[in-house]
């Protein structure tokens, strides 16, 4: 089963995904303009996506804030006709950040396909605890 996760931001939507289910990987990043739906649709299969998993900062909680995700999530779930979960992006960009300097790499454009690869990674792991 493949899986895409989307780190949404204002200008850029970084891409990870996880063919096994266990692991994920930094894929792509998109800019976020008019077609973005219609580009992660044919991103997603390409990919033979099951599901998409869309980061919320917990900041974006409130009414407000998480509505530009829920319409985000709800846009890309009609038009693929596939799953989209949201889940909590909290520091996500800082681990990536701090991972690339780990590996001596600066944090650049790409900050946020590794950021989309920690979102689905806790996602990932989240469902192999819920499972043992």
Not at 43 to 53: D, I, K, Q, S, T
Request: net charge negative; aromatic share 6%; glycine share 10%.
């Amino acid at each position: 089963m493949s899986l895409i996760g989307i780190d949404y931001g204002g200008r850029r939507i970084g891409v990870a995904v996880s063919d096994s289910g266990i692991l994920a990987s930094p894929h792509s990043v998109i800019a976020n303009d008019g077609d973005v739906i219609a580009r992660l649709e044919t991103l997603g299969r390409e990919l033979g996506a099951e599901m998409f998993v869309v980061g919320v900062p917990r900041r974006a909680r409130s009414t407000d804030g998480e509505a530009k995700f829920r319409r985000f999530a709800e846009e890309l779930g009609q038009k693929t006709c596939k799953p989209v979960v949201l889940w909590d992006e909290t520091l996500s960009t800082v681990e990536a950040e701090q991972r690339l300097r780990e590996i001596g790499r600066t944090a650049s454009d790409d900050i946020d396909m590794y950021a989309a690869a920690i979102i689905m990674q806790s996602y990932l792991d989240d469902q192999t605890r819920r499972s043992l």
